[in-house]
């Protein structure tokens, strides 16, 4: 999809970080943007900023992680602007836990936000894209879909189903030589608050902690608050993607020798040995 302009987006997780900046980058393209997150006065202020840079904007209060919510999302984008051209599955949640420290609970959350929010992202919108035969589907996993990290073993299982996903999507499209596109994004640490997503926590246990968790919450803040890519930067490099058709969006190439040491692992059925850095 070379030319945006006149388009329209939906964004999910769009009231702050990676999404509040694709949003961003897609109505500098000229697109309108369908914002969608679960924090709602975040939501409306994301909104407000957007509309006074003139981008056209409809925000709807969303859990990714209740199908009813992503259809309601889909039938109020297409009430107001006819069309979907790209839909960006990007709103997720990724607290450290240890396996022995996490409860089930906090597995289904993560699992619920981070995979189901993009299986019913993927599913509720690429009808029509394929009806239309035009369109791009942007699926934000993480560099945990690349290497498994300690102290991170949910958010590690649920960003490596979305890019199993997102690779199936993109060799069945090809099947059925769909004009429509498909990218996985893989970041490494960005300045954001993803660290925080405890806050959107449901229930009232307390959150996991352990000697794993405990560590690898430290280590997260400190990498996360001295990242050297700011959400922008993502978005920017998403935009090239979908103009380009490209489909995985690797924000930091330096991980890659890590990527190529864990599959030089499997090639040889050598047990795990990427250094963590924990």
Known sequence: MEDLGGKVAVVTGAASGIGLALARSLGREGMAVSLADIESGPLQEAAERLRSDGVAVLATRTDVADLADIEALAAATLERFGVVHVVCNNAGVGPPGGVADMSIEDYRWIIDVNLWGVIYGVKT???????????????????????????????????????????????????????????????????????????????????????????????????????????????????????????????????LRFVERRHEDIQQLRNPSVDQGF
């Open 125 to 255: 919108f690429l009808p029509g894209l394929l009806d239309q035969d035009e369109g791009h589907i942007v699926n934000t996993a993480s560099v945990s879909a690349l290497l498994t990290q300690p102290g991170l073993s949910a958010y590690n299982v649920s960003k490596f189903g979305v890019l199993a996903l997102s690779e199936s999507l993109y060799y069945e499209l090809e099947m059925l030589g769909s004009s429509v596109g498909v990218s996985v994004v893989c970041p490494a640490w960005v300045r954001t608050r993803i660290h925080t997503s405890e806050r959107n926590r449901p229930g009232s246990a307390p959150p996991p902690s352990g000697p794993i968790t405990d560590r690898v919450r430290r280590v997260a803040e400190g990498l996360t608050g001295s990242s050297h890519r700011s959400p922008d930067d993502v978005a920017d490099g998403v935009v090239e993607a979908i103009r380009a058709g490209t489909f995985y969006v690797v924000t930091h190439p330096g991980i």
